[in-house]
């Protein structure tokens, strides 16, 4: 056996063949048993409704979108700046978290999280909401900081609310997460990046408290009633309207 076949169990990757694959950390390689294990799940699993009802509530629900980028545009609407909102980031964040600058109407400031001392370059008295964004993990190198989020509470005492995206599309490429030391309310990744596949789609996990209904459409589940010759429509909770991705979470949790 070869040094290259000890690291790894080349049977696993038939599509591999004699190639040698250097980007794993950017998208991940599905292997044989992954695909044999999603092959029996969709044969042994009943799928049902996605709007039946289940009588288990978990603290926390997936979203899936596109990509990652997506998922971070989802917490910017979802988070939905106001004049008096701030977005800290830092300054290895993912371009698309650098992205929702464009959202926060002006009130932005980048930190360097890579000491203990965080480096936060202004302070204030306003009473609006903080929302604080940084990776698990480093998409560049692959740091891992510690979380700055009381640090940043600490020069804001007249935050309204603090929420937190906490990235972790690199991080799960390799490692759980550590939600047990990490406060979140928005945790973006790729499928890819963790399992390899599918391709093209990306996960928001969302703390329940943070749905909310969408108020420029309504559609599928999301609506008790409504009348197609008047603007009428009697609408279901915030969970109701994310229904597929909420029946899914709700299955997860029974485990």
Known sequence: ??????????????????????????????????????????????????????????????????????????????FNFQPNDIFFYTLDNHTSIAGLRKMAKGNVFCFENRHKTHVIQSSSEEDGRLLVAYPAQSNFDGFRADSPVETISMHYPNATSTLVLLDIASLVSSSPVPFATHKFDFAPFSFYKLFGLPTSLGGLIIRKEHLKPPNDFFGGGSVKAWLPTEAITMEKDGVESWSLEVHLARRCSKR
């Open 1 to 78: 056996m070869s040094e290259r076949d000890r690291l790894v169990d080349r049977s696993l990757f038939p599509q591999l063949g004699e190639k040698i694959y250097f980007d794993n950390a950017g998208a991940a390689l599905y292997n044989s048993k992954h695909v044999d294990r999603v092959s029996e799940a969709l044969k042994n699993t009943l799928l049902v409704n996605p709007h039946s009802s289940s009588d288990s509530e978990p603290f926390c629900f997936l979203k899936t979108k596109e990509n990652a980028t997506e998922a971070i545009q989802l917490t910017g609407r979802i």
